[in-house]
C-alpha cells in the first residue's frame, strides 16, 4: 500500500510518529527489526512483532495499545484513530498521525504527512481475510445475474467476516508514569482552565457592571426604560458567559478525574508487594475511597475557592473606591486572616479524624477476614470490646471537627458588621457622596457573598487535601519507571518452536536479597544454573527463603546484588513485561487469587484475551489433563461459568488446578511453582504432577522437604 513503511525500518516510523505527534520530547534511536523484511509470517513470528513493539514503545517513554477490533467496528475506528500503527500487509505498515473528516493523515518514509481515505485503508486491512471466503461466496453465486451479484456479494461476505478480528493494530499514548506537568498537558488541562478562568471573569465583571449601572442610575434619578435596558441587555449578556463557565468547569472535572484514577491504577500496580502487605488491605480500601473524596471535592471546592478568592480581590477594588477607602480593605484583609486561621485549625481537627477513620478500615477489614476465627476462639463478651472503643474515639473526633467546621461559616458571616462598621466613620462625617457609601455598601455585600462561598469551596478544598495526602504514595508510585528493556537485545533472547535441550536458560550467580529494615539477608550469595530441559525440586525449611527467591525470578523483586540472567540478558536490559513473558508463575496459594471473571479469563489471562480458537482448545485439554474436566461439565455454562466472590465457588483442590493450569497456559520457557500441590490428593497430584512435566518446557518446583 502506498505510503506504508516495510517492517526493516518500522522503529524508525515509530520513532517519526511519537516525535510528530509530540508524546515525547526526547526520542532515543530505535535499532531496526533484525530478521529479513521477507520473512514468512508464523504464529510465533506475530508474537515476536508484538513483543518487540511493545518494548520499543516502552524504549521511547509511550504505551502501546494492541487491539482486537470486531470485523463491523473497523470502519468506526478508522473514522477515530490515532495515532496509531496499522500492519496493512506482511511487510507494510501504515504509520497513522490522526483521523480527520477528509481521511486518515500518515507519515511516509520520508515524515512527509499524507492523507489517505477510510475506504481504502479499510479495503487493504480486509483484503486478507476476504481472499479466505470470496471464493467460497462466489461459487454460491454463480447463477446469479450479474446486476444483482456485486450487492449480494458484499452483503455475504460482511455477514462470514461479522465475528473476524484485526489484531495487528497498536494505539500509542503518553504512559500514567510520565511526569504530573507531561500528564496533565496532555490531558489539555491547562487550555480547559484558562478557558474557564477567561469566561468566569467576564461574567463576574458583567454582573458586577450590571448592577453598577443600575445603581448610578438609581442615584442620579435616571431610571427609564433606556437604563433599565441596558442593564436587562449586561445581564443577558452575562448568562452564556455563565453557561460556557459551567460547561469548561465540567470537561476541566471529567479530565482531572480521569487523569487522577489513571495514575492512581498505575501507581497501585507499580508498588512494591512489601510496601502493599505492610499498609495492609484495610489501608488500600480506604485509600480508593478517599480517591472518591479528592476527585469530587477538589474540583467543586478548588473552582469555588479560586472564584472566592477571584470575587474578594474585585470586592476590594470596590471597597477602595467607596466611602471606607484602604481602612475598608484592611478590614476585609483582617476577615480572610480570621478566616484562614480557622481554616488551618479545622484541617488539624480533621485530618486526625481521617486517621481514626483509616485504622477503622483496617480493623474492619482484618474482621471481616478473619471472622470465623474470631467467632471459634473469642467469646462472645470479647468480640467487640475494641470496636466499641474505637468508634467512641471516632464519634469523639467527629464532633470536634463538626464543630470547629461550624465556626468557619460563622467567621465568614462575622464581615457583615464589621463591613457595615467601616462605614460608620463616613457615615456619620457626613463628608462622603452618596454615591461612595453606594459602592461601599454594594463592596460589602459582594464581599460577605464571596466569604460565604469561599466558606463552602475551601472546606471542600480542605477535605480533599486531607485525602490527597492518603492516596499521594498511590499517585506518585506512577512516576516509578518500569523496566523498559532494549529492543535491539530481544533477539538474544528469543527461543526456537523446538528449543534445544540442555542450552543454558537461566544463571543465578550470588544473588543477595536483604528486606527493607533487616539486617539478614533473607537469601545470601545463592548461585546455580537451569538449562532448557531441566526439572528442578528447590527445597529448605520453612521460612528458608524458597518463595524469595520465587520472587527473584519471576522479577516482583529485585536484587540487593548478584547476578541474574535469563538466555544471557539481565531483567533490566529484556524488559519487566518480556521477562514475565519466559518466567511463569503459579505464587502460593495464599497469594494467588480468582477473579470474579469466566473461568477461561481465569486459565489464560496470562497468555492472551481474547482467546484464539487454539488457546481455547489447548485450556480444554490442560483442564481435561488436571482433572477438572468434571468441573467444566458440572457447571452450566463450563469455561464460561462466571467464577470468583459472586460466581462459582472452587474448592481448595480446584483452586490449586486452576492457578497451576494458568501457569501452564501462560507459555513461558520456564515455569515456577511455589508450593502449587500442597491442597490435591494423591491422585489429582499424581495427575498434576505428570500434566507440569508434559508441557512445561522447564521447571522449579518449590515444595517442603
Known amino acids: 500500500m502506498e505510503h506504508s513503511w516495510p517492517r526493516a525500518r518500522l522503529g524508525e516510523g515509530l520513532s517519526a510518529l511519537v516525535r510528530k505527534t509530540?508524546?515525547?520530547?526526547?526520542?532515543?534511536?530505535?535499532?531496526?527489526?533484525?530478521?529479513?523484511?521477507?520473512?514468512?509470517?508464523?504464529?510465533?513470528?506475530?508474537?515476536?512483532?508484538?513483543?518487540?513493539?511493545?518494548?520499543?514503545?516502552?524504549?521511547?517513554?509511550?504505551?502501546?495499545?494492541?487491539?482486537?477490533?470486531?470485523?463491523?467496528?473497523?470502519?468506526?475506528?478508522?473514522?477515530?484513530?490515532?495515532?496509531?500503527?496499522?500492519?496493512?500487509?506482511?511487510?507494510?505498515?501504515?504509520?497513522?498521525?490522526?483521523?480527520?473528516?477528509?481521511?486518515?493523515?500518515?507519515?511516509?518514509?520520508?515524515?512527509?504527512?499524507?492523507?489517505?481515505?477510510?475506504?481504502?485503508?479499510?479495503?487493504?486491512?480486509?483484503?486478507?481475510?476476504?481472499?479466505?471466503?470470496?471464493?467460497?461466496?462466489?461459487?454460491?453465486?454463480?447463477?446469479?445475474?450479474?446486476?444483482?451479484?456485486?450487492?449480494?456479494?458484499?452483503?455475504?461476505?460482511?455477514?462470514?467476516?461479522?465475528?473476524?478480528?484485526?489484531?495487528?493494530i497498536w494505539l500509542l499514548r503518553a504512559p500514567p508514569g510520565t511526569s504530573v506537568a507531561e500528564d496533565v498537558r496532555h490531558a489539555g488541562i491547562p487550555r480547559l482552565l484558562a478557558a474557564f478562568a477567561t469566561a468566569y471573569f467576564i461574567e463576574y465583571g458583567l454582573f458586577v457592571a450590571s448592577w453598577w449601572l443600575l445603581g448610578r442610575g438609581a442615584l442620579r434619578g435616571q431610571i427609564d426604560a433606556s437604563w433599565l435596558a441596558a442593564w436587562a441587555l449586561l445581564f443577558i449578556t452575562m448568562l452564556p458567559f455563565r453557561m460556557v463557565a459551567t460547561w469548561y468547569e465540567g470537561r476541566v472535572a471529567v479530565?482531572?478525574?480521569?487523569?487522577?484514577?489513571?495514575?492512581?491504577?498505575?501507581?497501585?500496580?507499580?508498588?512494591?508487594?512489601?510496601?502493599?502487605?505492610?499498609?495492609?488491605?484495610?489501608?488500600?480500601?480506604?485509600?480508593?475511597?478517599?480517591?472518591?473524596?479528592?476527585?469530587?471535592?477538589?474540583?467543586?471546592?478548588?473552582?469555588?475557592?479560586?472564584?472566592?478568592?477571584?470575587?474578594?480581590?474585585?470586592?476590594?477594588?470596590?471597597?477602595?473606591?467607596?466611602?471606607?477607602?484602604?481602612?475598608?480593605?484592611?478590614?476585609?484583609?483582617?476577615?480572610?486572616?480570621?478566616?484562614?486561621?480557622?481554616?488551618?485549625?479545622?484541617?488539624?481537627?480533621?485530618?486526625?479524624?481521617?486517621?481514626?477513620?483509616?485504622?477503622?478500615?483496617?480493623?474492619?477489614?482484618?474482621?471481616?477476614?478473619?471472622?470465623?476465627?474470631?467467632?471459634?476462639?473469642?467469646?462472645?463478651?470479647?468480640?467487640?470490646?475494641?470496636?466499641?472503643?474505637?468508634?467512641?474515639?471516632?464519634?469523639?473526633?467527629?464532633?470536634?471537627?463538626?464543630?470547629?467546621?461550624?465556626?468557619?461559616?460563622?467567621?465568614?458571616?462575622?464581615?457583615?458588621?464589621?463591613?457595615?462598621?467601616?462605614?460608620?466613620p463616613a457615615f456619620i462625617s457626613g463628608q462622603a457622596s452618596l454615591g461612595r457609601l453606594a459602592v461601599a455598601l454594594g463592596g460589602v455585600i459582594l464581599a460577605a457573598r464571596a466569604l460565604d462561598q469561599l466558606a463552602t469551596g475551601f472546606a471542600d478544598l480542605l477535605d480533599a487535601g486531607i485525602a490527597w495526602q492518603r492516596i499521594a504514595p498511590l499517585f506518585h508510585a506512577a512516576s516509578r519507571e518500569p523496566t523498559r528493556g532494549d529492543p535491539s537485545v530481544l533477539s538474544l533472547a528469543r527461543r526456537s518452536k523446538e528449543p534445544r535441550r540442555g542450552r543454558p536458560l537461566l544463571d543465578v550467580s550470588e544473588l543477595t536479597y536483604r528486606y527493607a529494615g533487616r539486617s539478614e539477608p533473607a537469601i545470601r550469595a545463592t548461585s546455580f544454573r537451569v538449562s532448557s530441559g531441566d526439572q528442578v525440586l528447590l527445597t529448605s525449611p520453612s521460612g528458608g527463603g524458597k518463595s524469595t527467591v520465587v520472587s527473584l525470578l519471576n522479577g516482583l523483586r529485585r536484587p540487593t546484588s548478584g547476578t541474574l540472567l535469563f538466555e544471557g540478558v539481565d531483567p533490566m536490559s529484556l524488559g519487566a513485561e518480556a521477562w514475565t513473558r519466559r518466567v511463569a508463575t503459579a505464587p502460593q496459594f495464599h497469594e494467588n487469587h480468582v477473579f470474579t471473571e469466566v473461568f477461561a479469563f481465569n486459565l489464560l489471562m496470562g497468555r492472551r484475551w481474547p482467546p484464539t480458537k487454539s488457546d481455547w482448545e489447548e485450556a480444554v485439554t490442560v483442564c481435561e489433563e488436571l482433572g477438572l474436566g468434571p468441573l467444566l461439565r458440572r457447571m452450566p455454562g463450563g469455561m464460561n461459568q462466571l467464577i470468583g466472590d459472586t460466581g462459582w465457588q472452587l474448592s481448595h483442590g480446584e483452586r490449586s488446578r486452576l492457578y497451576l493450569a494458568r501457569a501452564l497456559l501462560q507459555g513461558g520457557a520456564l515455569v515456577l511453582l511455589d508450593e502449587s500441590f500442597g491442597a490435591l490428593d494423591p491422585d489429582n497430584l499424581r495427575k498434576a504432577l505428570m500434566c507440569a512435566r508434559k508441557r512445561a518446557e522447564s521447571l522449579i518446583v518449590i515444595a517442603h522437604p
Request: charged content about 25%; some cysteine.
Open 22 to 168: 509530540g508524546l515525547r520530547r526526547n526520542i532515543p534511536h530505535i535499532p531496526h527489526i533484525d530478521e529479513p523484511p521477507d520473512a514468512p509470517p508464523s504464529e510465533r513470528d506475530n508474537e515476536q512483532l508484538h513483543e518487540w513493539l511493545d518494548t520499543a514503545a516502552a524504549w521511547l517513554g509511550v504505551e502501546a495499545q494492541a487491539l482486537s477490533l470486531p470485523h463491523p467496528e473497523l470502519y468506526g475506528f478508522l473514522k477515530a484513530s490515532g495515532p496509531a500503527i496499522v500492519r496493512v500487509s506482511d511487510d507494510a505498515f501504515l504509520v497513522v498521525v490522526s483521523a480527520t473528516r477528509r481521511g486518515l493523515r500518515v507519515l511516509d518514509e520520508d515524515s512527509r504527512v499524507h492523507t489517505l481515505t477510510q475506504k481504502s485503508v479499510g479495503q487493504a486491512l480486509q483484503k486478507n481475510i476476504e481472499e479466505g471466503v470470496a471464493g467460497e461466496v462466489d461459487a454460491l453465486l454463480e447463477g446469479v445475474s450479474l446486476s444483482r451479484r456485486g450487492r449480494a456479494r458484499a452483503h455475504m461476505i460482511e455477514e462470514r467476516l461479522h465475528d473476524e478480528t484485526f489484531e495487528d
Open 255 to 424: 479530565a482531572a478525574g480521569a487523569l487522577l484514577k489513571r495514575r492512581l491504577l498505575i501507581g497501585a500496580m507499580r508498588l512494591d508487594p512489601d510496601e502493599t502487605r505492610k499498609d495492609g488491605a484495610g489501608s488500600h480500601m480506604a485509600r480508593v475511597l478517599e480517591s472518591e473524596a479528592v476527585e469530587s471535592l477538589a474540583m467543586s471546592g478548588g473552582l469555588l475557592s479560586a472564584a472566592g478568592f477571584l470575587q474578594l480581590a474585585i470586592c476590594g477594588v470596590v471597597l477602595a473606591l467607596g466611602s471606607g477607602g484602604i481602612a475598608h480593605v484592611l478590614l476585609l484583609a483582617l476577615t480572610v486572616i480570621l478566616f484562614m486561621l480557622v481554616a488551618w485549625r479545622y484541617f488539624q481537627k480533621r485530618s486526625r479524624w481521617t486517621s481514626t477513620r483509616f485504622r477503622l478500615s483496617q480493623d474492619l477489614i482484618e474482621r471481616m477476614v478473619g471472622h470465623r476465627t474470631r467467632l471459634a476462639q473469642l467469646s462472645p463478651s470479647e468480640r467487640h470490646e475494641r470496636e466499641d472503643l474505637s468508634l467512641a474515639g471516632y464519634v469523639e473526633d467527629a464532633q470536634a471537627a463538626d464543630r470547629v467546621y461550624s465556626f468557619l461559616f460563622h467567621v465568614a458571616r462575622v464581615w457583615f458588621p464589621i463591613g457595615f462598621l467601616g462605614l460608620a
